[in-house]
């Protein structure tokens, strides 16, 4: 099956790798760096230095700095105290997302990994489940059920109406939209810039286009900006929504 | 007007001999994609003034309002992106 510019191979050989050297494609070679990545900054980030009380050294500031911003920005922002015990999880997902995003503005890599919905699926359900066993052992299976689908304070014939609603809001579009939200993302990014890259080697012929190629390559430039940005940007609200529906369920609405 | 581009499209496509659907299903790719950018554009454009406003109002608040702003975004950009992934599985 091809849609446009998306490959979605047929159901089979979604389990095989791919090829490459040792079955790797370039996806999954982008997801081998990533999460590398992440533990190469964790592992030489908090090695143990004598009684320095000052951090140093470029891993360890990636790292503290990381920290403190997942534990600031999203755990305290969202869950509060409580959720405290959620930021390993948290901050490895950020700079798991994050790695496997910045890819896109890479020469020579030039790809979001994530521009494929196999790991943004699995993530985005990761979280599903996470949500749903937190909620069940904090306020037991039937009223984490209750409180999820029905809001407080509604009139009771209105019910009817919400219920259904909640119910797909909660269970469905929540991991399908985490998952699609990342996902579409980086592949709109990713067609931009492709998009005007391709222009400007089509305009860069010796006739007249070649005076409209320089509009093109500053848009390429500028969007290439943009891209870190929405990287960024992208990592950071995967794992803000994760933090949010797991709070959701730490603290039901009262 | 656009009916009667509309018409002038539908009775080209329907006349090309290789695969009349092929442009219909570019012209729905279109108007799918188009019509689920409006509503996402209007509110983002509500979500993003509101914070503005609120940050021009309360400077000391900005941080809070940023987090929320980047929330709100977020749900609100997802029908847009629902949209835009619907357009690419849309196959003549």
């Known amino acids: ?254 | 007007m656009a009916l009667a581009l509309l018409h002038v499209m539908f009775s080209l496509a329907a006349t090309t001999a290789a695969d009349p659907t092929k442009g219909l299903t570019a012209i729905g790719r279109g108007i799918v994609y188009g019509g689920a950018a409006i509503g996402p554009g209007i509110g983002i454009g509500l979500v993003v003034g509101n914070a503005i406003t609120a940050m021009a109002r309360q400077p000391e608040s900005a941080g809070t309002v940023r987090t929320t702003m980047f929330l709100g975004i977020a749900f609100t950009e997802a029908l847009a992106l629902f949209g835009f992934v619907l357009a690419f599985i849309i196959s003549g």
């Open chain 1, 1 to 254: 099956m091809n849609l446009l510019a998306v490959d979605v191979p047929p159901l089979p050989d979604v389990t095989i790798w791919g090829e490459g050297p040792g079955g790797i494609n370039k996806t999954g070679a982008i997801y081998v760096f990533a999460a590398l990545a992440t533990l190469l900054v964790f592992f030489l980030g908090t090695r143990k230095k004598k009684d320095e009380l000052v951090p140093s050294g470029l891993m360890q500031n990636t790292a503290e700095s990381g920290v403190g911003f997942v534990r600031s920005q999203v755990v305290m922002a969202t869950m509060g105290p409580d959720g405290m015990g959620y930021l390993p999880y948290l901050t490895a997902l950020f700079f798991f997302i994050f790695f496997s995003n910045i890819t896109e503005i890479i020469p020579g890599v030039q790809f979001p990994a994530n521009a494929r919905f196999g790991i943004p699926l699995t993530l985005a359900l990761a979280t599903w489940v996470m949500f749903n066993v937190v909620g069940m052992i904090k306020q037991g299976p039937g009223s984490y059920f209750k409180n999820s689908i029905i809001p407080p304070g509604v009139p009771k014939p209105i019910l009817l109406l919400v219920v259904p609603i909640e119910l797909v809001s909660v269970f469905i579009v929540r991991p399908f939209s985490l998952m699609v939200r990342l996902f579409a993302n980086m592949l709109a990014g990713h067609l931009i810039l492709v998009t005007f890259a391709t222009l400007c080697a089509a305009l860069f012929a010796k006739n007249v286009t070649i005076v409209i190629m320089p509009f093109s390559f500053f848009l390429l430039v500028a969007m290439t900006g943009f891209e870190i940005l929405v990287s960024f940007l992208q990592a950071f609200i995967f794992t803000i929504l994760t933090a949010v529906y797991i709070g959701s369920s730490i603290h039901p609405e009262h």
